[in-house]
């Protein structure tokens, strides 16, 4: 596997959008929130691992490159006629570049390519300390101190899962994150979600806290807490503040 990556961040994401990534309207953020429903539940893992021990990251199951995200990209993640599920990650992912280029959001957007046709096969961003309190408190994040950063956000198109890209793309952005400065990155998978689970923890990730984020009322109040796990003995564990913020 190689590595190269700039800034993360595209420019220009919504004028050089392709037509089929629509640019989120306030009539679909409506519906959005319409559909949270008067109470919601969700519960997540919080995984760590410290960046600056080295760690020999599976590869893929063909040669991965990762690179920062451009807006044709959009198309090949998200082709026209993808299922719902994509179609609400294309949505995030063009609310995100919004707050990047607004400033809210100080997080990064990559993409790992197959390295023999540079053809987009997993999304992922990579977030670091410094997000405006509205935004942290809407997406649940943790407070990150200066040398961490949050892998968040993944995503692999249905033709290119159970290939080990996951896994190889955590591993990568964790090695970038490393030559950044950072320490520490963190990720929280919801608890049902199983093969990231895995493939996260393959790319060295331990388990340490759970988040449960809960809203009311149609998501005008949203509480996350975070409960530390209890220590496995003879692990290093990461250290990070118990409790939540509303």
Not at 80 to 88: F, H, K, L, N, Q
Not at 208 to 228: D, E, H, L
Request: hydrophobic residues 35%; charged residues 30%; contains cysteine.
């Amino acid at each position: 596997m190689g590595l190269r990556a700039n800034d993360g961040i595209p420019r220009g994401p919504y004028r050089d959008a392709p037509t089929n990534a629509r640019v989120p309207t306030a009539l679909d953020r409506v519906w959005r929130r319409l559909g949270e429903g008067p109470y919601g539940r969700r519960v997540s893992i919080g995984l760590g691992r410290d960046v600056t021990v080295p760690f020999a990251t599976p590869e893929a199951r063909f040669p991965v490159l990762l690179r920062d995200c451009r807006p044709d990209d959009l198309a090949a993640l998200f082709p026209r006629g993808c299922d719902a599920t994509a179609e609400r990650e294309r949505a995030d992912v063009l609310w995100r570049f919004g707050k990047v280029e607004s400033g809210e959001q100080p997080s990064r957007c990559f993409v790992a390519v197959d390295a023999r046709t540079d053809r987009p096969c997993h999304i992922q961003w990579l977030t670091e300390a410094g997000c405006g309190a509205r935004i942290r408190r809407a997406a649940g994040f943790p407070a990150l101190e200066a040398d961490e950063a949050m892998l968040e956000n993944a995503y692999t198109p249905v033709g290119c899962r159970g290939l080990g890209v996951m896994t190889a793309a955590v591993g990568l952005i964790a090695d970038l994150a490393a030559s950044l400065g950072k320490r520490r990155v963190v990720a929280f998978i919801d608890e049902d979600n199983v093969p990231s689970l895995r493939g996260a923890e393959r790319a060295g990730l331990s388990r340490w806290s759970v988040r449960t984020r809960t809203r009311y009322g149609f998501g005008v109040v949203r509480i996350s807490r975070f409960r530390r796990l209890p220590p496995i003995p003879g692990r290093r564990e990461p250290g990070h503040p118990e409790g939540g913020f509303h």
